[in-house]
């Protein structure tokens, strides 16, 4: 029987993974200890279901094996001995090959004592062929080997699934750690704690999960199927035994060559052909077991899966070729979002600059997208010219730092269109302020605050946000007073389309959107605590205020689900390419 709750193992595999790393500051200082890693799978399958004999047996070995990489000290001879002694830990505890049965038949053959040598064989074919291949694949393509073991390992708690009269508990147990823990290995780990011994105990742990299953029944040499093209690499010239898993590699072979002309990458071409085997052996073991029209039909495919699958990858490589970055640094101080320029300088910085520009001809337009603006102007043509035509972005929402630092740019801080305004116009020197925007009254009444709030602050003139586009007698007013500052509050994406309509012939040294700061700046709405707006929950806040405001919220989940799915596509192309 297996377990009722299958997940737990894997559960607690994975969230020990991530507690090991648990994105520390201080993992760093003890990535000295990343080998002991694998000892994850047979902790968390001894913690969920107990610690049986092949479970206390597996852990052993690998304490062994790990522990022997930190005090050989780069020893071959000790690497190779502790290895030895770690399979025979494992055989000796019970579970090994001790008999096969003859297809044509029907006896037995019992290896008697050579079964421990055939286990311990077994063991070192497995584990070293997982280290070569960690190794041939330049150890910069850890990712995509990771994907494969987990493939494998989801086919070896197939078949287990598959045969709930062999009571395989043990091997389904630690079949579900090894996947929970590969997974968090493949979210939270680092190419630097990535070394060959790692590898190496996690081919162990394959292919101790098959001989757990063995000693239960015959009929569990099914167990092998997945597994078994693990052993590939041993099969090229022996490599795996007679080179370290550090050396640069084996000549190109033809195969090798015509997998990068063809996929662009003989990595891909690996994997494709580890999946492929794996499916075969699955679908021949199903056919042989409970033969009939379906199975037929299942192993039948199997003729034309890798070809498939090179035809599908050969595809998603060119497309992959000529993928660029929606998130992406194009300067010191600049980088793109979805389309949308920002400058990356923070609040004082960008206070400075604005200053400057209010003292300046030619008319500045300063933008302050948020995350829906963002959005937005990827599909709307007015949106994304107003914002390139602005000669300062700034990034008025944690969701675009957020998206920042999952993408690595350097746009570390909030510059808040409030913000900015505030800090402007908290400086002594003289400026002169124009608003425009909001309902009636609400402009009138925000610059009488700052009147009161900014010694140097002069209102020049204000007027509600409510007129046509076009209407041409408020841009008359605003040039004869000639402002140095000119804000515009009436929402995106209307105050884009005005200002873009009328920067040209604005007589107005610096001209900022600045969206609903006017109901702030009025005192008609407050702003979030500070502890909100440090957090990035400002606009949680916004939303509780302003119910209305739910409707554009609802573009957040879809902005970080874009950002994990270019995340995604790039990690994907740096792997295979």
């Given at each position: 029987m297996i377990n009722a709750m299958p997940g737990a193992v894997s559960f607690v595999s994975f969230i020990l993974v991530a507690g090991a790393f648990g994105g520390s500051r201080k993992w760093d200082k003890l990535s000295k200890f990343a080998d002991f890693l694998p000892l994850i799978v047979p902790a968390s399958a001894g913690l969920i279901s107990g610690f049986s004999p092949p479970i206390i047996g597996l852990l052993a070995s690998l304490l062994i094996i790990a522990g022997a990489k930190k005090l050989g000290k780069g020893s071959k001879l000790v690497e190779y001995v502790s290895f030895l002694a770690a399979g025979l830990v494992f055989a000796l505890i019970g579970f090994r090959i001790q008999f096969i049965q003859m297809a044509t038949t029907g006896e037995f053959v019992y290896f008697t004592w050579l079964s421990i040598?055939?286990?311990?064989?077994?063991?070192?074919?497995?584990?070293?062929?997982?280290e070569f291949v960690h190794a041939e694949l330049d150890r910069e393509k850890w990712r995509l080997f990771l994907v494969t073991l987990i493939f494998i390992g989801l086919s070896f708690l197939l078949i287990v699934i598959l045969q709930p009269e062999q009571k395989l508990t043990t091997a389904f147990q630690l079949g579900l750690a090894f996947v929970g823990t590969s997974v968090g290995l493949l979210f939270f780990g680092r190419r630097k704690e990535f070394s060959s011994?790692?590898?190496?105990?996690?081919?162990?742990?394959?292919?101790?999960?098959?001989?757990?299953?063995?000693?239960?029944?015959?009929?569990?040499?099914?167990?092998?199927?997945?597994i078994a093209p693990l052993a590939i690499p041993a099969a090229r010239g022996s490599f795996a035994f007679t080179s370290t898993a550090s050396s640069a590699g084996v000549n190109s072979s033809l195969l090798d060559r015509t997998m990068e002309e063809y996929l662009g990458s003989s990595s891909l071409g690996i994997v494709l052909i580890y999946i492929s085997l794996s499916y075969a052996g699955l679908a021949s073991w199903w056919y042989i077991r409970y033969p009939g029209i379906v199975q037929a039909a299942t192993l039948s495919l199997g003729a034309v899966l890798l070809p498939s699958l090179f035809f599908v990858a050969n595809r998603a490589v060119?497309?992959?070729?000529?993928?660029?970055?929606?998130?992406?640094?194009?300067?010191?101080?600049t980088g793109k979002i979805f389309g949308t320029s920002f400058n990356f300088s923070k609040l004082k910085n960008t206070s400075r600059k604005v200053k400057r520009l209010a003292n300046s001809k030619p008319t500045s337009y300063v933008a302050t997208p948020d995350v829906t603006a963002v959005v937005r102007a990827k599909n709307d043509e007015l949106l994304s010219r107003a914002f390139a035509r602005a000669d300062v972005v700034t990034p008025d929402g944690f969701g675009l730092i957020w998206a920042s630092r999952v993408h690595d740019l350097p746009l570390k801080q909030r510059v808040a269109g409030i913000d900015l305004v505030e800090d402007v116009l908290g400086s002594e020197e003289k400026v002169k302020v124009y608003l425009l925007g909001s309902r009636p009254g609400v402009a009138e009444k925000a610059g009488k605050n700052l009147t009161e709030r900014y010694e140097g602050v002069e209102i020049t003139g204000t007027h509600h946000g409510y007129i046509p586009v076009d209407r041409r007698e408020i841009v008359s007013e605003i040039n004869e007073i000639g402002p140095d500052l000119l804000l515009v509050g009436m929402g995106v994406p209307k105050q884009e389309d005005w200002i873009t309509e009328h920067i040209d012939s604005l007589n107005a040294n610096v001209v900022m959107g600045v969206g609903g700061s006017f109901d702030v700046l009025s005192g008609n709405l407050p702003r979030a605590p500070q502890w909100m707006r440090h957090r990035g929950l400002e606009w949680l806040y916004r939303i509780w205020l302003e119910p209305k405001r739910l409707g554009k919220a609802r573009l957040i989940p879809y902005f970080m689900a874009k950002v994990y799915w270019e995340k995604a596509k790039l990690a994907l192309k740096d792997e295979i390419l």
């Open positions: 040598p055939l286990t311990v064989t077994w063991l070192l074919l497995i584990s070293r062929s997982v011994v790692l590898f190496r105990q996690l081919g162990f742990i394959l292919a101790s999960l098959a001989l757990v299953g063995l000693v239960k029944s015959l009929t569990a040499l099914v167990l092998l199927v997945p060119a497309r992959l070729r000529t993928l660029k970055p929606s998130l992406l640094q194009t300067g010191p101080e």
